[in-house]
C-alpha cells in the first residue's frame, strides 16, 4: 500500500539543493539567549505554521512556486557549545555559498547571523549589512561572552568596519552602545524607533552585496509577542511589509 508522509520542509519547497537558487536552513540555538528561550525551535514551528499559508502572496502578486528553493532543515548543532555551534553554522554557509546558492537562515537566537555575515563577507568583501531589530546588539561584551545575542553586530562591524551596517527600528539598549552608533560616531548608520530613511539607503545600496537581517522584535509585541526579548513602542506588520518592498529594488542581493 502507498502511504503519503508529510513533508516537513517550509511550504514544502519542491526544489532540491543541487536545483536550487536559494537554500533555507535553521539554527536551533539560543544558548546565550538572556530573556526568554525556545528560539532553537523556530525553523520547525515555522515549518509547521507554513502549512497554513497560502503559496500566493496577494501583496506581491507572485507565487512561491515561482522561486527555485530547497530547505534542508535543522543544522545538527552541540547542545551548549556556542563555540563548536558557530564553527558549524560558519562552515555550512561557507558550503552553500560555494555551491553558488543565496543562504537564507533561520534562527535561532541572533548570534547565529555572526558566522553567517562572516562566511558571506568572505566570499563579497564590499558587503553591505541592513539589520532590523529592537536591539542595537552592539555591546563589546555580555554577562562575560564576547560572543552573544547582544554584541553579534559589534563584532560584525569588526571586519566590515564603518559605513558597512545600517540599523533601522532600534529602541533598546545601553548608552555607550548607542554612543558609538551615533552619527558623530561614524561607525554605522542607526534609525532608532521606525524605519524612516529605509528606502533611501536601499537606493544607495542598489547596486552593492547587501545581507538582510532581522529580528522579529522589531515588531511590536502586539503584533509579535514570541520573541525572547520583546520590547514595546515596535513596528506594524504593515511597516515590515513597507520594508519588504524597498528590499525587491536590490539588484544584489546576497543572503
Known sequence: MKMNKVDLSFQSCKSTYKDADVVIYSIPMDNTTSFRPGTRFAGNAIRVDSFGVEWYSPYRERDLNEFKTADIGDLDLPFGDVDKQIDIIYKATKQILKDG????MVGGEHLASYPVIKAVFEKYPNLHIIHLDAHTDLRESFFGRKLSHATFMRHVHQF?????????????????????????????HQRKFDFEGLDKIVEKLKNVPVYITIDLDVLDPGVFPGTGTPEPGGMQYKDLLWAFDQFQKL?????
Open 101 to 104: 546558492k543565496v543562504p537564507m
Open 160 to 188: 566590515t568596519g564603518d559605513g558597512k551596517i545600517f540599523q533601522f527600528g532600534i529602541r533598546s539598549g545601553e548608552k555607550p552602545e548607542f554612543d558609538w552608533a551615533s552619527p558623530q560616531a561614524g561607525h554605522i
Open 251 to 255: 539588484n544584489n542581493l546576497v543572503a
